[in-house]
């Protein structure tokens, strides 16, 4: 089965940085997306940034300009640098894989534990 991990979450001030790295095991079709949720408590999860097998990036307008997302093929990994970090940008942030082995084939939904990110002002 497919597993991923994440590291990299802790405590900072606003206005500094962290490396979010996801790390995939197993067997993931080739097309296929990587990305970062979050959920604050009491809220809902929603998307803060993807990247396609084929490197296309897309971000939510509330961190564009701050995060950048990468992925690297060979190691199976994915990262997210957050920049400029805000008391907002604080939840639980988890890695994610949607993936196909062909194009009209089934997608699969692949999720990580979490990691937490706590921003203090």
């Known amino acids: 089965q497919v597993q991923l991990v994440e590291s990299g979450g802790d405590l900072v001030q606003a206005g500094g940085s962290l490396r979010l790295s996801c790390a995939a095991s197993?067997?993931?079709?080739?097309?296929?997306?990587m990305g970062w949720y979050r959920q604050a408590p009491g809220k809902q999860r929603e998307l803060v940034a993807s990247i396609s097998s084929g490197g296309i990036t897309k971000y939510a307008d509330s961190v564009k300009g701050r995060f950048t997302i990468s992925r690297d093929n060979a190691k199976n990994t994915m990262s997210l640098q957050m920049n400029n970090l805000k008391p907002e940008d604080t939840a639980v942030y988890y890695c994610?894989?949607?993936?196909?082995?062909?194009?009209?084939?089934?997608?699969?939904?692949?999720w990580g534990q979490g990691t937490q990110v706590t921003v203090s002002f």
């Open positions: 197993g067997s993931i079709g080739s097309i296929n997306a």
């Open positions: 994610n894989v949607k993936s196909r082995r062909w194009l009209a084939g089934p997608q699969y939904d692949y």
